[in-house]
């Protein structure tokens, strides 16, 4: 595997992965401005992949005020070619119940107001970038081909819906995404995935379903239960992750 690797998810994957060796934390001025947290570098199973928490260290930034153009630029900038995105969504697809991995293939963007493109101002062109397939069909392969090497719970495909948060959906929100075509919903998909595509970098996500979506089921929604399933999920998503790097 010659790519550069990042992950980007929150502090308790790596965490969790003693086969992690890290090397360094580094603190990186970007031109768009704070980025989450210090890329944490180390080794994984003989590789170099650099980390960094989507939402901070303590958890501290909701999806709307996460800098995504900073976040993006750095991983450019220290030499990675490659991002695999952990994000956790609720399910609208009966084929993936909590727990489950989804390796989407699709998305659908309904969040609004955030910095989606490095290519706002100063320009000499406009430029347009084809997004028409918005994941890296290479690196969907390789998890996808991991995952069912592994055994592990898995949809292949799906429509990521993304929302604006950090409240939850309605349950007419939920039902007009499913009329659109969406299989899982969560909130920090984009514009994750299209500024990794105007940086040409390699962009695929593993989403862990916390949670029915609202409405989708007759028990309440309750943070406790959709926690202890996205902490379930999450050894899921090491597993796939380590066996990528095997």
Same mark, same amino acid.
């Given at each position: 595997?010659?790519?550069?690797?990042?992950?980007?998810?929150?502090?308790?994957?790596?965490?969790?992965?003693?086969?992690?060796?890290?090397?360094?934390?580094?603190?990186?001025?970007?031109?768009?401005?704070?980025?989450?947290?210090?890329?944490?570098?180390?080794?994984?199973?003989?590789?170099?992949?650099?980390?960094?928490?989507?939402?901070?260290?303590?958890?501290?930034?909701?999806?709307?005020?996460?800098?995504?153009?900073?976040?993006?630029?750095?991983?450019?900038?220290?030499?990675?070619?490659?991002? @695999? %995105? +952990?994000? !956790?969504?609720?399910?609208?697809?009966?084929?993936?119940? $909590?727990?489950?991995?989804?390796?989407?293939?699709?998305?659908?963007?309904?969040?609004?107001?955030?910095?989606?493109?490095?290519?706002?101002?100063?320009?000499?062109?406009?430029?347009?970038?084809?997004?028409?397939?918005?994941?890296?069909?290479?690196?969907?392969?390789?998890?996808?081909?991991?995952?069912?090497?592994?055994?592990?719970?898995?949809?292949?495909?799906?429509?990521?819906?993304?929302?604006?948060?950090?409240?939850?959906?309605?349950?007419?929100?939920?039902?007009?995404?499913?009329?659109?075509?969406?299989?899982?919903?969560?909130?920090?998909?984009?514009?994750?995935?299209?500024?990794?595509?105007?940086?040409?970098?390699?962009?695929?996500? @593993? %989403? +862990?379903? !916390?949670?029915?979506?609202?409405?989708?089921?007759?028990? $309440?929604?309750?943070?406790?239960?959709?926690?202890?399933?996205?902490?379930?999920?999450?050894?899921?998503?090491?597993?796939?992750?380590?066996?990528?790097?095997?």
């Amino acid at each position: 595997m010659s790519s550069k690797f990042a992950v980007i998810g929150g502090t308790g994957l790596y965490a969790m992965m003693s086969e992690f060796e890290m090397t360094r934390q580094e603190i990186v001025n970007t031109p768009y401005g704070e980025p989450s947290g210090p890329l944490v570098h180390g080794r994984l199973l003989g590789h170099d992949v650099v980390f960094i928490a989507r939402h901070g260290f303590t958890h501290r930034l909701p999806p709307h005020s996460i800098n995504y153009r900073a976040n993006i630029w750095m991983l450019k900038n220290a030499g990675v070619d490659s991002i @695999i %995105a +952990v994000n !956790a969504v609720g399910s609208m697809n009966q084929d993936c119940p $909590p727990e489950t991995l989804v390796i989407p293939d699709q998305i659908i963007d309904y969040s609004w107001g955030r910095q989606h493109t490095f290519y706002a101002e100063d320009l000499t062109r406009v430029v347009h970038v084809d997004f028409t397939q918005p994941y890296s069909e290479s690196l969907r392969k390789t998890l996808i081909q991991t995952g069912e090497k592994a055994g592990l719970s898995m949809l292949n495909k799906g429509v990521y819906g993304c929302t604006q948060g950090p409240r939850l959906e309605t349950a007419a929100e939920i039902q007009r995404m499913i009329r659109d075509g969406c299989d899982i919903v969560g909130m920090t998909g984009m514009p994750e995935a299209a500024l990794a595509r105007e940086l040409s970098l390699e962009y695929a996500s @593993i %989403a +862990v379903v !916390a949670n029915w979506a609202a409405g989708l089921s007759d028990d $309440p929604l309750s943070m406790d239960a959709i926690s202890n399933c996205l902490q379930q999920g999450m050894t899921q998503v090491k597993t796939l992750i380590l066996q990528v790097f095997q």
